[in-house]
């Protein structure tokens, strides 16, 4: 028999629900869990960039004249392994021209400096690696972020490489230092990758929605002076490099000056012209100095909207970008002033990796403002 129905109760055939299905990531513990493995990443490769730095500060990168990635991941065994070695490192100009009569023992330094920046190449990989497949397998990695992290694989396979093609050009006939050109897409490749790491830990601190939601209450005017600051920041890491390479930090120890001049009369000596902009120790300076000075006003300006912001992290992110910016101008004429000892040397490199990560801290507040109370506010 029929059961009467109320007048208000609901007619339709009632539809079994879908069970809701979640990615991994949303499991607890999984999105920090993916967090420490790339911060983890980020540690290694900022230490990389230190290793490479003192590798290029001892002129060690050319001790080791062979690219074997597998073989060479075990140094020389016996005392025939490594007179092998220092006879192949004695076939270089480099050799030959800065360093004849060098003793078996301090090529041993050099090698091990260079050996060990290799190793932690490889370091980096398998932790990459080790780290990409336990996430994949248990389903730990979310929606459109299995590219993203493919990525980085891909990015540090391809460093590898290029730092091959870098030390091979200071193995030529006549070279004693890798080109310096090299060395700026080197290093530059390393800010990348080390900056993409940084701004996926930041994503990944806070929810999807949240980021949604943040989104509309983005910075614009903020945005805009914090990119054009990441991108001026990037360009000035690649001029540095120039400078370290052909060692024009140590040449013109004066400020504001160089050699008593606003502007080295022996800027454009070589030819044909081009050569100047990455061998011409005056004008490489000259462009570095320039490019630093314009820095530091853009991030004034930055810091200036960046005070103003309603938000509290953001504003503070402004403050200290500017803060370490600022460090790092001082920092830099101190160690030019210096002659670019290899202490303070290191430290501006350094640095420069802290002012990279706060630089896109600050940029990511503005397009994400943190979320705050109206009492924060």
Known sequence: MAKN?????????????????????????????????????????????????????????????????????????????WMEAFDRYRETSQYEMLNRGMTLAEFKTIYWWEWGHRQLGRLVGLVWAVGFVWFWARGGIPRGWTGRLLGLGALGGLQGAIGWWMVASGLGEGMVAVASYRLAVHLGLAFVILGLIAWYVLRLGRSDADLLQARRAREPRLFALTTGLMHLAFVQILLGALVAGIDAGRGYTDWPLMHGVFFPPESFDLSPWWRNFFENPALVQFIHRMAGYLLLALAVAMWLRGRRSPNTATRW??????????????????????????????AHQVTAVVLWVLILRARFLALYPAHQSVRGR
Not at 321 to 329: D, E, F, P, S
């Open 5 to 81: 129905r109320n007048i208000f109760e609901e007619v339709e055939t009632p539809r079994r629900e879908a069970p809701v299905r979640t990615g991994g990531i949303e499991r607890p513990g999984a999105r920090g869990a993916l967090r420490l493995w790339l911060m983890a990443l980020f540690a290694l490769v900022a230490l990389m960039i230190a290793v490479g730095g003192l590798t290029r500060l001892t002129e060690s990168g050319l001790s080791i004249t062979e690219w074997a990635p597998m073989r060479g991941a075990l140094p020389p065994m016996g005392e025939a392994a």
């Open 317 to 346: 992110a402004a403050h200290w970008a500017t803060a370490i910016l600022g460090a790092q101008v001082a920092l830099g004429i101190v160690t030019v002033m210096n002659a670019a000892p290899w202490h303070l040397a290191i």
